[in-house]
């Protein structure tokens, strides 16, 4: 997994809280030139969430498992869908973003598990540093690795991940696809 200086990632915070306050002063989704950007690991395709909190409590989280846009313009995208399109909750207000933290996760790929039985993938997850993602019957849903300090039984993680997916809590069990990811993580 690439690196990021600490000048990179507060760049990204701060670059996360101004797409917000841009939307606040404009209506409009904020755009930066990629001549603007002095730093390459800035300019790679790489997927991420943005996750918003409010006195620790989750006030937003949007992101991407697929490497799409440049990490840059990735944190501009999920920054404002965290803040205004998480269907969860009504869209941040500009007097809450005063008391809003940043959190942003820079994940990698993520990579099929293959496993024989259930009892053989509970072996093979990592808690703590796996995030996870479960497929099934159409239906799918994430947990970044930071969900582990949450829930820390591995069953009770798969399990609230398929009811998450709007799937039987037991349905890890029976024929679904997981992979895994790991990400970096850094908050304000």
């Known amino acids: 997994m690439e690196e990021y200086s600490k000048g990179e990632k507060a760049f990204l915070l701060k ?10 002063d404009t209506g409009d989704k904020l755009t930066i ?12 395709k790489r997927a991420a969430f943005v996750t918003l909190t409010q006195n620790r409590n989750l006030r937003g989280c949007i992101g991407g498992l697929e490497p799409v846009l440049s990490l840059y313009e990735e944190v501009i995208d999920k920054s404002f869908s965290s803040a205004f399109r998480d269907l969860r909750f009504q869209p941040l207000s500009e007097k809450e973003l005063g008391t ?22 509970l072996a093979k997850i990592n808690p703590g540093k796996d995030g996870i993602v479960l497929k099934k019957d159409g239906y799918s849903a994430t947990y970044l690795p930071g969900v582990w300090k949450e829930i820390k039984d591995k069953e009770e993680f798969l399990s609230s991940l398929c009811h998450k997916a709007g799937l039987p809590l037991n349905s890890w069990k029976w024929n679904a696809e997981i992979l895994t990811y790991r990400t970096i993580e850094f908050s304000e």
Do not use: G, M, W
């Not at 990629?34 to 790679?44: D, G, P, T, V």
């Not at 809003?100 to 053989?120: G, W, Y």
């Open 15 to 24: 670059l996360a809280r101004k797409s917000i306050e841009y939307y606040f």
């Open 33 to 44: 030139p990629e001549s603007e950007i002095s730093s390459e690991n800035l300019k790679r």
């Open 100 to 121: 809003t933290k940043i959190a942003i996760s820079i994940l990698t790929v993520p990579q099929s598990l293959s496993f024989n039985s259930h009892p053989d993938l």
